[in-house]
């Protein structure tokens, strides 16, 4: 039982790391795209390193369950990321649609650490509860920002 609470911990973890690494290719690509909007492009920037950051903690949780992330995952995530060359938004509408994907995508984050929160409680592994508490409460917050400015360049129009 132990061990399977572990094993299941371990993949939740390495599900996690792969989605953080997409997360910094979108992340990375709507900075570029969001450039007439420097007030969102600042916050999705500060958001990139925040998952930087994540990406780092997930690493070290993996490490601590003597487990390493998925490198194939990763492998492939890296490769998309070099096909999908992003655009920069210059209409509103693009913008809206850049920031629509980053609000699906918090919300997707919001879920995986639900459930990884309960796998580290279930396996008894509270420094990684903690961790991925922590990781949680950022994506949440960065969902919020999002949600609260989605309609932002709408309103200002392009440039802004
Ligand atoms: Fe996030």
Request: positive net charge; contains cysteine; hydrophobic residues 45%.
């Given at each position: 039982?132990?061990?399977?609470?572990?094993?299941?911990?371990?993949?939740?973890?390495?599900?996690?790391?792969?989605m953080e690494t997409r997360s910094t290719a979108q992340l990375t690509a709507s900075v570029?795209?969001?450039?007439?909007?420097?007030?969102?492009?600042?916050?999705?920037?500060?958001?990139?390193?925040?998952?930087?950051?994540?990406?780092?903690?997930?690493?070290?949780?993996?490490?601590?369950?003597?487990?390493?992330?998925?490198?194939?995952?990763?492998?492939?995530?890296?490769?998309?990321?070099?096909?999908?060359?992003?655009?920069?938004?210059?209409?509103?509408?693009?913008?809206?649609?850049?920031?629509g994907d980053s609000y699906l995508f918090e919300q997707m984050e919001i879920a995986v650490?639900?459930?990884?929160?309960?796998?580290?409680?279930?396996?008894?592994?509270?420094?990684?509860?903690?961790?991925?508490?922590?990781?949680?409460?950022?994506?949440?917050?960065?969902?919020?920002?999002?949600?609260?400015?989605?309609?932002?360049?709408?309103?200002?129009?392009?440039?802004?």
């Open positions: 039982m132990g061990n399977r609470r572990r094993r299941y911990l371990i993949r939740v973890l390495r599900e996690a790391y792969t570029q795209q969001l450039h007439a909007w420097p007030v969102i492009r600042a916050r999705a920037a500060a958001h990139l390193s925040e998952t930087e950051d994540q990406r780092r903690l997930l690493a070290a949780s993996l490490a601590g369950l003597r487990a390493g992330p998925s490198l194939f995952a990763n492998f492939s995530v890296r490769l998309e990321s070099l096909i999908r060359r992003p655009r920069r938004a210059s209409s509103p509408a693009a913008a809206v649609a850049a920031l650490y639900t459930v990884a929160i309960a796998a580290a409680q279930a396996a008894g592994e509270p420094a990684v509860q903690e961790t991925c508490e922590a990781i949680l409460a950022q994506e949440r917050r960065m969902a919020d920002w999002l949600l609260e400015h989605l309609a932002d360049p709408v309103r200002s129009g392009p440039g802004r």
